[in-house]
């Protein structure tokens, strides 16, 4: 079996790459403006130090622990699979460093201009030693390296400048870390966007720091360790505290071992020697960058933009819009009337957060239940689910601790809740809570009712305006029911419930998922699959996509991120295309579609087909019943489908590549964000055309 398998699957982390290769395209493409081409290349960065801390990490940990297991869906062990890895990054390094050069070029004649110190001119020096002097240089913690001082550790992903230091006969090495508490650039008097990096002004002046000493060999350096920490290694207690694990967990990150040594120059043999000793690494996992090791700055730059300078340089303005399918009256009393779907950041989260909010006044209403995984650092949310428990409300959060990265915040989050009176649960051990789930219960007349929301992506407020995702809000009262067994299993740890029309992992998504490809199959021909989602990596989902290809079915996978399935393989996966779409917005919704017609079978919800997902962690999908709702997922599906701009179609040896460009021309994302406009001012059906074509003429060569 696992030969077959062989014939027609990837690598996972192989096929990440490949994805992060697609976020580097679009920084290199020529119609997207120059600061958000800039942008993407400061997401390739983030997501390859994630990749480097999360994947690469947990590979080194399988060398340790299972160093001849090999991955079923490409034959290699994790050494192989680690060597493969670090030999494909070394050219990503190259190109995304000429990348950022050739932007950085391009933005210099608007006046964006990041330099080095020898670039400033002469009344710039002066400015920028007078602020290293009076704000820099006396918060620095400088050290040096020798027998009686031993060297640091150093923290994950910080910067920090070195040097050689020699006084007298000895020489040792000396380490200045970059303050967290200081801005990772000092901007320059005058109305251009001038700039130098925190970094390079203190390496400028190392001499200063290191007044007794000769400086020579000044380089800055950053390492990254394995994020790969899990707390259901941890063996939790069911009486521990699990907000202070988590806290713990947090803190061993900081400590762990290093996967990559990022460097500015070239060292020489005695010192990367002497580094590959004291971080326990080998030469080839020092790479050397000639672009800033950090570039989150990016993102706030085109707030100091001229206006007519912004136009220039970054997207268009677009803010989600209120949905024309929302009216001005009491939300409840509309969804009631009719299912109402939701598609951000197209449209604005403001329809449901105004559901909770009335819900939280509402004297009718009795519970509100819902499920929590990341939220905005500022979250109106919260303030309605508080305002609810303090109005006398019962509300439960099943809030997850563990959602990587964002533990602190959630940790936080937990803590403002059970202040204002919220029952706060948590997750069970072994299996992550990542559904996208919220109950209102309420009395009508006597009778119990509920309002159900499920969803594509998080709760957060400021991800929808970036995500693209999918919103439902039903008061099916079966949808409903099961919700509520949803709740009332979580509350009691219960993973085995039993639902009707909510399909549920651990127990039942996948096995429903693959029955109703099964129903596919059994058509042949005639049988019709689409799925959309952010990755696939689950060996039963993949055997049965390529047995539903034999069989004949026309199945199209919009993946955006890692596809272990190869595409178009003979006598496997002849029927099988696969298309990832990269673009201004990141593509999060997951959708399964099930035949045509009358017949067709929908459902949404919060699940990759990822083993972690389909086995490990809790998830909900949610079947479409409402006619306009499939309508509207079936344009969206539609329009995806016919992308010819953003839209790279998977090869059958793993690599991506466009479509052919012809007429007409279909961003699929320019066109939603069209029809977002356009619905919002009510625009005549006759106009309908005009604006797509609009949106055709911007992509013609």
């Known amino acids: 079996m696992r030969k077959e398998i062989l014939n027609y699957t990837q690598n996972r982390e192989l096929s990440w790459l490949e994805f992060n290769k697609r976020v580097l395209e679009e920084a290199r493409d020529i119609t997207v403006p120059l600061l958000e081409r800039m942008k993407f290349v400061a997401i390739f960065t983030s997501n390859l130090d994630e990749f480097f801390m999360i994947r690469v990490g947990s590979l080194f940990d399988m060398v340790h622990t299972d160093e001849k297991a090999v991955d079923s869906r490409s034959g290699m062990t994790a050494g192989e699979q680690l060597a493969k890895i670090y030999e494909a990054v070394a050219p990503l390094y190259k190109e995304r460093d000429k990348t950022y050069a050739d932007i950085k070029k391009q933005l210099h004649p608007y006046g964006v201009c990041g330099l080095d110190f020898k670039e400033l001119e002469q009344t710039e020096k002066k400015y920028v030693k007078k602020y290293f002097k009076e704000q820099v ?22 910067i920090y400048v070195t040097a050689t230091l020699k006084w007298k006969e000895k020489s040792m090495l000396g380490i200045v870390p970059v303050p967290q ?54 063996g939790l207690e069911v009486t521990d505290d699990f907000r202070k694990l988590m806290q713990k967990t947090i803190h061993r990150r900081r400590k762990m071992s290093v996967v990559r040594l990022e460097v500015a120059e070239k060292l020489n043999d005695e010192t990367q020697k002497y580094f590959c000793e004291k971080f326990d690494i080998k030469p080839y996992q020092i790479f050397r960058t000639k672009m800033p090791m950090k570039l989150s700055y990016i993102f706030a730059m085109s707030g100091n933009l001229p206006e007519p300078m912004k136009k220039s340089l970054t997207y268009p303005a677009f803010s989600p819009q209120e949905s024309a399918r929302v009216t001005s009256g009491s939300m409840m009393k509309q969804i009631r009337k009719k299912d109402l779907l939701l598609f951000y950041p197209y449209e604005s989260m403001n329809p449901f957060l105004k559901l909770i909010k009335e819900a939280s006044v509402d004297p009718n209403v009795m519970t509100i239940k819902i499920t929590i995984y990341r939220l905005a650092k500022k979250a109106r949310l919260v303030e309605y689910l508080c305002a609810a428990a303090e109005n006398g409300k019962e509300v439960t959060v099943l809030i997850e601790l563990r959602a990587r990265f964002d533990e602190q915040n959630n940790i936080e989050w937990s803590e403002r809740l059970e202040e204002a009176g919220c029952r706060v649960i948590y997750g069970f051990e072994g299996y992550k809570v990542h559904s996208k789930i919220c109950l209102i219960t309420y009395r009508n007349r006597g009778e119990i009712q509920y309002i159900t929301q499920i969803g594509t992506g998080n709760y957060n407020e400021k991800t929808a305006a970036m995500y693209t995702d999918l919103s439902l809000m039903t008061a099916n009262p079966e949808i409903g029911m099961d919700a509520a067994e949803f709740f009332k299993n979580m509350s009691i740890s219960n993973l085995n419930g039993s639902y009707h029309h909510l399909i549920v992992a651990p127990t039942s998504l996948k096995q429903t998922v693959l029955a109703l490809m099964d129903e596919e199959i059994l058509k042949g021909s005639n049988g019709r699959i689409i799925m959309k989602m952010n990755s696939v990596t689950d060996t039963d989902f993949i055997e049965k996509v390529s047995e539903a290809s034999r069989a004949g079915v026309k199945i199209d996978l919009i993946v955006r991120g890692i596809c272990c399935i190869l595409p178009q393989v003979p006598g496997y996966t002849d029927n099988l295309r696969v298309m990832s779409v990269v ?28 083993t972690r997902n389909t086995e490990k962690r809790v998830e909900v999908a949610c ?4 006619k306009e709702v499939k309508e509207q997922i079936n344009h969206y599906l539609k329009i995806m489908l016919e992308d010819n701009i953003k839209a790279r179609v998977l090869q059958r040896d793993g690599s991506y590549r466009k479509k052919e460009q012809s007429e007409p021309f279909i961003d699929s994302q320019a066109v939603f964000m069209e029809e977002a406009l356009q619905a919002a001012r009510k625009e005549p059906e006759e106009k309908k055309e005009s604006f797509a074509a609009r949106i055709r003429s911007l992509f013609r060569r």
């Open 623 to 626: 079947p479409v019943r409402d």
């Open 137 to 158: 240089l006396p918060v620095l913690s400088p050290q040096i390296v020798d027998a009686n001082h031993p060297f640091p550790h150093l923290i994950n992903k910080e």
């Open 181 to 234: 508490y200081i801005s990772d650039v000092l901007y320059l008097p005058g109305h251009d966007i001038r700039y130098i990096r925190m970094e390079k002004v203190i390496l400028e002046f190392l001499d200063l720091v290191f007044e007794q000493y000769t400086v020579s060999d000044a380089n800055y350096i950053c390492v990254t360790r394995n994020g790969d920490v899990s707390p259901d290694d941890e």
């Open 583 to 610: 673009g201004r917005y990141l593509e999060h919704p997951r959708i399964f579609s099930f035949g045509t017609g009358a017949e067709q079978k929908i459902y949404i919800g919060s699940a990759d087909m990822m």
